[in-house]
């Protein structure tokens, strides 16, 4: 029997690999299309309410600054500026969860030690009065072999300190939130684990959409800030939660940073 020659096998291959891909695979792809086109919807409203608002936070806060030094300010009047002055605290809070999606800004990357980050970050939560108001004990397990990455430090703050912060929500009054770090080739993962209630697996698939969250008074920001701010380091984030068993996320990311065209970051 003759063995077919070299072009027919060329050509079986080229057949082979003109077929579609898997619907499973399809439907990731176009999913992922779809969020990237929110975030990008998103950011270009956030740039001008933003800019907008901060001006006139600016503007509020000297108002109450004068109206504090009146001496004769009554009790009841200075506790309507408290209330002033609680309310645009919170929403220059609000601004903040915004701030990650704005366009135009790709990260400014420095090598950053991930132990001083994490330290940092948990410093910061403790101040939050969405923390100190819980029993929640933080443990540590930092490996001391994984290496400074590249990265923009203040947003990867920003997304360690939202994953902490949903930890912490999810407890309740008391757990146990952990993070971790390894090592993983040209990589490094930050895990962040807690001991609260776990993810319904029907909603896993949403809790990074904008918008979208089980919380009371939240806004459902804080993930897909964080999956954005990973995305824009060239890495990404996995979740696995199992029902009344913790909830783990993943950061995966790079070492080192390639250089991208603005175009290529997501939101773009």
Known sequence: MKAPNKTKRKAARGKASSFPPHPSRRRKEIA?????????????????????????????????????????LAREDAELLDIIQSGSRRLNDIISEFSAFRPHRPPHFQEVCLQEVIDETFAKLRRDDRYRSSAVTFRRDLDPLVPAIKADREQLEQALRNLLLNAVQAMGDQGQLTVETKSAGKKVKITVRDTGSGI??????DIFDPFYSTKAGSLGLGLAAARYIVARHGGRIDVRSDSGGGTCFTMLLPIEQRAMSNQEYPGR
């Open 32 to 72: 992922e299309q779809l969020w990237k086109a929110r975030i990008d919807t998103l950011g270009h409203v956030i740039a001008t309410f933003r800019h907008e608002t901060r001006n006139l936070l600016g503007a509020l806060g000297t108002c109450v600054q004068i109206l504090r030094k009146n001496p004769r």
């Open 200 to 205: 319904p697996a029907k909603i896993l698939p």
